[in-house]
């Protein structure tokens, strides 16, 4: 088995060695194919591709590949290309699996090998596991966790790649979906736990101006500012449709975020 691994992104670059530090020893190959213009029209940070190139100097990431939104067609048109890009990638590397991720994602080095090995030795075509969201600081989630997953390895097959809203067996982001073939191994939360920084941001504002699921976000001003003065053991808010607070409890800090 040989595993590929490609990373979207445009913002949260912050996050981003950090987290592939977490699954780097794991893997064989990393790409990340990133935007400087947002699926909205918004500039990236000056020192989003100075970084790029500095991790990729230090073997961090195998390759870089710049993607230019279409405009005028949305972020999940935009998002579901760049994640065929990173499959792609990941295919004329010649690895076997695939994985999509997002600078804001981090594993447990333990855990991560054990998924490898179930995997491989179970031969499934495709994998997914729960997630546990934090917030402000990554000693702070959300409780209870949620009951979403994201998903894991897929297989690379000839004419298998994402496609938005694909079915799959439990509830996945619509844009990490393809088919999951006959046999998708789902992790209970106590083999494998994906660790969503989702809300653990330098800046909040420009993850949710330019998220692909920003239509969902109502008054992200009234978010930002709720996030920029909150202390625990206060309520977390998150954007949705509809906005909602969520109870925060402190936990071991398991991952570095930024140095």
Not at 7 to 25: A, M, T, V
Not at 70 to 86: D, V
Not at 89 to 111: I, K, N, V
Not at 204 to 219: G, I, Q, R, Y
């Amino acid at each position: 088995m040989k595993i590929g691994v490609s990373f979207n992104i445009f913002d949260g670059e912050e996050l981003l060695e950090n987290s592939i530090k977490s699954i780097r020893n794991n893997v064989d190959y990393i790409s990340v194919v990133y935007q400087t213009v947002s699926n909205f029209g918004n500039p990236c940070d000056e020192g989003l591709v100075p970084l790029l190139e500095r991790l990729e100097n230090k073997g961090l990431i195998n390759e870089l590949f710049l993607y230019k939104p279409k405009l005028n067609k949305g972020g999940h048109y935009n998002e579901i290309k760049k994640r065929n890009l990173g499959l792609y990638l990941s295919e004329g590397a010649s690895c076997t699996h695939h994985m999509a991720m997002d600078s804001d994602e981090f594993y447990t080095d333990e855990q991560f090998k054990y998924m490898k090995k179930i995997v491989e030795e179970g031969k499934y075509e495709s994998s997914a596991c729960q997630m546990t969201t934090y917030y402000k600081e990554p000693i702070y989630r959300l409780d209870p966790k949620e009951d979403y997953y994201v998903s894991l390895l897929f297989k690379i097959r000839q004419g298998k790649e994402f496609v938005m809203g694909h079915p799959s067996p439990v509830l996945i982001d619509p844009t990490r979906r393809m088919d999951f073939g006959v046999s998708c191994k789902i992790f209970t939360r106590d083999e494998l736990e994906m660790h969503h920084m989702s809300y653990v941001r330098k800046d909040l504002h420009k993850k949710l101006k330019n998220s692909s699921a920003s239509p969902n976000f109502k008054d992200i001003d009234k978010i930002v500012d709720y996030y920029d003065k909150w202390e625990h053991p206060k309520q977390g808010l998150m954007g949705g449709a509809p906005n909602k607070l969520y109870n925060i409890v402190e936990v071991i800090k398991l991952f570095d975020t930024w140095n």
